[in-house]
């Protein structure tokens, strides 16, 4: 009903009956959030910034008739997955050396994380095993002897290490565009704030790097583009004043001073 209210000694005697329960389970979710906190290793963010110049739309400007605005949005979207691209991140690993560094290939974990780990992995021992057994009887021969297993060389195993590296932190790192600037921001978590610094910096080292490269490569091969036109275009000269050269020869267009008709009259009419 409208009048009803809420009796507040019944809602306290019923809690102080249950108190014992109360403070157990504060108790122990208290114990269990001290700890995971203490077990949990610290995270790290460290984020770099990239500005890209202004005028990274010119040459879509110039073969495309839309707006600048839309220009401006697909070059940001290109630039920002050229920094996370396979390339970049290559040469970021091959820079700093991750596929032997302990820091980023087995970063401490918590405890919670370690023991549901392990539960999951003895769980799934025996799945594991039945699949392998399984495995090596459907790949015996005739002869009923097991195929032997070639062994990968170490020149493999480090190129597959290598690979490996570089998918995983094409994963972990985050490239994001700040608002509607043309700036970029580079993220990377890690246990080691040395690493994760070393890491936003040497992408964006990398990325500048790269463009500098591309503008370096783009300016030298439109040198050596002029200079072969140019070269064309002198040879074509060189034809074009031959061909009139022998045309005004073949058609008496030359006197025998070796000069033109018109040069003639104009002698004459002076």
């Not at 002897?145 to 985050?174: G, H, K, N, S």
């Not at 700040?178 to 910096?201: E, K």
Request: glycine letters at 2%.
């Amino acid at each position: 009903s409208g009048d009803a209210t809420i009796d507040l000694t019944r809602v306290l005697k019923a809690l102080r009956r249950r108190r014992t329960a109360i403070v157990l389970s504060v108790l122990l979710w208290s114990m269990l959030g001290l700890f995971y906190a203490l077990t949990t290793p610290r995270y790290y963010d460290a984020t770099a910034q990239v500005m890209l110049d202004s005028n990274i739309s010119r040459t879509l400007q110039q073969v495309s008739s839309t707006t600048d605005v839309a220009i401006n949005d697909s070059a940001m979207d290109s630039a920002r997955l050229v920094i996370n691209s396979e390339q970049i991140v290559a040469r970021v690993v091959d820079t700093l050396n991750l596929q032997e560094n302990p820091a980023f290939l087995s970063p401490p974990s918590s405890m919670t994380s370690q023991i549901i780990g392990s539960a999951i992995y003895y769980a799934r021992m025996p799945m594991v095993w039945l699949r392998r057994q399984v495995e090596a009887v459907s790949d015996r021969d005739l002869t009923g002897e097991a195929p032997t297993a070639t062994r990968p060389t170490d020149e493999q195993i480090a190129e597959m290490t290598r690979a490996a590296v570089i998918t995983a932190l094409q994963q972990q790192v985050v490239v994001y565009r700040i608002g509607r600037s043309s700036a970029f921001g580079i993220s990377y978590r890690s246990t080691d704030p040395q690493l994760a610094a070393a890491i936003v910096n040497t992408f964006a080292e990398v990325y500048v790097s790269d463009v500098l490269n591309a503008n370096f490569d783009a300016t030298e091969r439109m040198t050596t583009w002029m200079q072969s036109q140019l070269g064309v275009l002198e040879a074509d000269a060189r034809d074009a004043a031959r061909a009139a050269e022998t045309f005004r020869t073949q058609n008496g267009l030359v006197s025998n001073n070796n000069s033109t008709m018109s040069q003639d009259a104009v002698s004459a009419l002076n």
